[in-house]
Nanobody, 125 residues
């Protein structure tokens, strides 16, 4: 059973930086993807970024490209989402998710089998 736990959310001001962490454990395969999603009040959950374990390839949504970066530290079983130059519209609950048995970026939330509990990010002055 894959277990995911996010941390690092909080209240920040526009233009600040924030790093979210997702500790992911329990994988039984070397091929899997870990994604970051977010959901703002009244909106659908959307894909933010994804990293593929087999080759380290990444995907970043156009809405955050150039500001957010996904990375991993396999020694710590952790995937990070570095958020720079945050904007009020980045306010949302951020979730990490995982799916095993894939060697490509997975963007659809319904393709993921495991989810963390979420961490709130609020960008406000």
């Amino acid at each position: 059973q894959v277990h995911l736990m996010e941390s690092g959310g909080g209240l920040v001001q526009p233009g600040d930086s924030l790093r979210l962490s997702c500790v992911a454990s329990g994988f039984t395969r070397d091929s899997y993807a870990v994604g970051w999603f977010r959901q703002a009040p009244g909106k659908e959950r959307e894909a933010v970024s994804c990293i593929v374990n087999s080759d380290g390839s990444t995907y970043v949504a156009d809405s955050v490209k150039g500001r957010f970066t996904i990375s991993r530290d396999n020694a710590k079983n952790t995937v990070y989402l570095q958020m720079n130059s945050v904007k009020p519209e980045d306010t949302a609950v951020y979730y990490c998710a995982a799916v095993e048995g894939v060697r490509w970026a997975v963007l659809g939330q319904y393709e993921y089998d495991y989810w963390g509990q979420g961490t709130q990010v609020t960008v406000s002055s």
